[in-house]
């Protein structure tokens, strides 16, 4: 199940190892994505601290944590690719991998329906 932080990343337990990527609603708010910035793997998440940016024509937006832990794998072809953000956001558009250190912290963020509600507020 995916749960997405108010900042609009999602995070998906996926084994041991939690997924991380942006909704599809910031995209849209982004439009056309133009870079992409990602850290390297072995470094460290912590819950709410930037992880990464994204640029766009319109604007840059930093990416943050959903969870604390260690970044294990990293998307490195999506930069190449920035068309997969917005095409498929929650499969091939997934940025980092991360091993965490407190798998709980998931449960603090939004269902997907929560988020759908949240989104009409903005």
Avoid at 13 to 29: E, N, P
Avoid at 71 to 97: C, F, N, Q, T
């Amino acid at each position: 199940m995916r749960r997405i932080a108010t900042s609009h990343e999602w995070a998906r337990l996926d084994g041991d190892l939690v997924s991380v990527g942006t909704v599809a609603f910031d995209k849209k708010q982004l439009g056309d994505i133009v870079y992409l910035e990602l850290p390297k793997a072995g470094a460290t998440s912590t819950v709410g601290q930037p992880f990464g940016e994204i640029e766009s024509v319109k604007a840059a937006s930093e990416l943050f944590a959903p969870v604390d832990g260690v970044v294990v794998a990293v998307h490195g072809e999506l930069a190449d690719d920035l068309d997969s953000l917005k095409e498929d956001p929650y499969g091939k558009g997934w940025m980092i991998r991360i091993k965490p250190s407190k798998p709980a912290q998931l449960d603090d963020l939004m269902t997907e329906a929560q988020y759908d509600d949240f989104v009409k507020t903005l």
